[in-house]
């Protein structure tokens, strides 16, 4: 199989891109959850942060770092030509 | 011939927006019409009836409707779902019972530790974006033992994988036959066992005729209803307790009067204090072992098999996420209102004239109710309320129309069946596909192998719903132990597969093998046989020793030995491009 540096170039680009994504997904679950009880002292509109990180901010989190990762390399795809016909 | 297929599927398409739309208007309707009926003195008995029957019998019509003897309609439904309906439907295929009757329950048992759930099965889909759908869709094989098979050339591997997926979804079937159980014997007024079998005679109906193409469409209608029966009481209690219909941001306000009314009735334990029932690395391992799971459990990650390309399984990611997002940021949400009721208005009554509830739920065995000091009077000790009743049973606690009540039941009878749906379908595809015809009988026609799926397919459902009518434990620990023994056997080996080209048979092999079994054993020792617990860490956090291991192990082991032969290295770097040109 012909895997031209191009495409290589365009793997490099996926992996890094992964693992900014992953580091901030571990931020928002674990080193958020670790300092819970310290977050728990801020009350916004009656929730304490850190509650509402674990209920509600990290979810929205989550769906903004897939979308964001899907446009990203849906456009990668198109720039680097290995994209789907259509 | 093929140009008029494809005509006539891009019509199929481009019609189902319509088609959902009039069905939901139709469900609406369905609501008021039955509403009103209640206000002019219809018995509730028969509200719940009509609930189970409608909605049953819909699902049942669909699946008649979409009835094939075509193998790829019958596996993955022809490989043409929208991302968006695809999204709807793994939303539906994930929420399961845990999601919709046990999630709120447990929060509202343990406050703050119960968001383990929360975070941990809606952050495992960024590990299914990231390192599992595009590619398992580029694969664009069957099902997940077929990855496993052709990457770690042979059957070994593949064997594997087909036990481990059957082990996993087995476990979290019989969760889901569980809340297909309490639901009918509440509603309807008939024997647990009765109920069982009647709701898996309506999963049957669909799955048995339409396989992957049934369920699919299936899972969309049950995913409408049962976020419109999540949020419709939800809503309601918002409006009557603080006035604004947004109840995701107004139980702000309620967190706080829970905490006032924490401290007049002396409970110990705040409600929004974190780790207070899990300490720290519970919480942490918890939601852990449920992300990991999340991307490696095979009837989830079989759903991105159905998208027409890499890039629709990408954004079906995204809209998946996004439909379970609007069920899970609400369940806090349902806890913290169910939770000020019960503190507010049910705690402090007379016990002589409780509502009719408490009979009815008693008789479930899922309330209990002792006058422990024989005052007459119902202080908060004396009442013992299930976690699996708390969704079902607030819309009664509340004083709600039953007709909301039977709502609430319908979406979660939607949301057991559906997923115990895609987990039938997984199990009997495992056997069928995976077992028989690639390994005992690869000359078998279409029509004996997908003759073989259906009727495995009744024998698992029958199995699955002997083993419920024994009621092991409650729906929450049993889909636990479901994530850790998927985590454990899949994850390594899968992204491993994808990322890791030197990752070889050995290794594979190897790591599956641990894990699953490192796991099996944890949670069996701790879990059933009381047994010493490593480093205090709960049966519900099972696989957070097996995932390590399995990634250690086919590191090590791979490095030992030989690596792949090229067609397999060709294979990874071909899954790594959407097109190679």
Known sequence: MQISERMREYWRRNLKLTAVLLAIWFVVTYVVSFFAPALNNIVILGFPFGYYMAAQGSLIIYVVLIWYYARTMNRMDREYNVHEEG | ?581
Request: charged letters at 10%; glycine letters at 10%.
């Open chain 2, 1 to 581: 011939m093929a140009n008029g297929n494809s005509a006539r599927a891009d019509a199929f398409v481009k019609n189902l927006p319509k088609v959902y739309g009039i069905y939901t208007g139709g469900f609406i309707v369905f609501i008021i019409a039955l509403a009103i009926g209640e206000a002019l003195g219809l018995p509730n008995r028969f509200i719940g009836w009509t609930f189970m029957l409608a909605t049953v019998g819909l699902y049942a019509a669909i699946g008649i409707w979409s009835r094939t003897g075509d193998v790829a309609e019958y596996y993955v439904a022809g490989r043409r779902v929208p991302a968006i309906f695809n999204g709807m439907a793994t939303g539906a295929d994930w929420m399961s019972a845990a999601s919709f009757i046990g999630l709120a329950g447990g929060l509202y048992v343990r406050g703050y530790d119960g968001l383990a759930f929360i975070m941990g099965w809606t952050g495992g889909y960024v590990l299914v974006a990231l390192f599992l759908a595009p590619y398992l869709r580029k694969f664009g094989q069957f099902t997940i033992p077929d990855f496993l098979g052709a990457r770690y050339g042979g059957n070994i591997a593949r064997v594997i994988g087909i036990v481990a997926a059957i082990t996993a979804s087995f476990t979290y079937v019989v969760a889901q036959v569980t809340g297909v159980g309490i639901i009918t014997s509440r509603f309807l007024d008939i024997p647990f066992g009765v109920g069982v079998f009647i709701g898996l005679a309506g999963v049957l109906v669909c799955s048995f005729l339409g396989g992957m193409r049934a369920v699919t469409w299936t899972q969309v209608a049950q995913y409408i209803i049962l976020i419109i029966a999540y949020l419709v009481p939800l809503v309601w209690m918002s409006t009557a307790v603080t006035g604004v219909p947004i109840p995701q941001i107004m139980y702000g306000q309620v967190l706080q009067k829970i905490t006032a009314l924490e401290t007049t009735l002396g409970v110990a334990r705040h409600y929004v204090e974190p780790f207070t029932s899990f300490d720290i690395w519970n919480f942490m391992a918890l939601t852990f072992c449920l992300m990991v799971g999340t991307a490696a459990l095979p009837h989830i990650l079989m759903r991105y098999y159905t998208t027409p390309s890499v890039k629709e399984a990408r954004d079906s990611v995204g809209w998946s996420l996004f439909f379970i997002f609007l069920l899970y940021c609400s369940a806090p949400a349902y806890a913290a209102f169910a939770k000020f009721e019960v503190y507010n208005n049910v705690v402090g009554s007379q016990i002589a004239s409780l509502p009719n509830w408490v009979q009815l739920w008693s008789n479930v065995g899922l309330v209990k109710i002792a006058d422990a000091n024989g005052d007459g009077i119902l202080q908060l000790a004396e009442l013992t309320l299930h976690p699996d009743a708390i969704v079902l049973a607030t819309p009664e606690i509340v004083g709600m129309p039953y007709v909301i009540a039977g709502l609430v039941a319908a979406g979660g009878l939607a949301a057991a069946l559906s997923t115990a749906d895609g987990l039938l379908l997984t199990i009997s595809n495992s056997l069928s596909h995976d077992l028989y015809y690639k390994i005992v009988d690869p000359e078998a026609s279409t029509f004996r192998r997908l003759a073989i799926a259906r009727v495995l397919l009744v024998v698992v459902a029958l199995i699955a719903a002997y083993v419920a009518s024994l009621r092991l434990g409650n729906i929450l620990a049993f889909v636990s132990y479901a994530f850790s023994i998927a985590a454990a056997s899949f994850f390594p080996a899968l992204v491993l597969g994808i990322f890791w080209k030197r990752a070889n048979a050995a290794g594979a092999v190897l790591g599956m093998l641990v894990g699953f079994l490192l796991t099996m054993y944890y949670l069996l020792k701790v879990g059933f046989m009381g047994g010493e617990a490593w480093f205090g860490t709960s049966a519900l956090s099972a696989g957070i020793f097996g995932i390590p291991a399995g990634f250690i192990i086919i590191i090590v082991v791979s490095l030992l030995t030989a690596p792949p032969d090229q067609a397999t290295q060709d294979l990874v770097e071909s899954v790594r491009y959407p097109t190679i040109r």
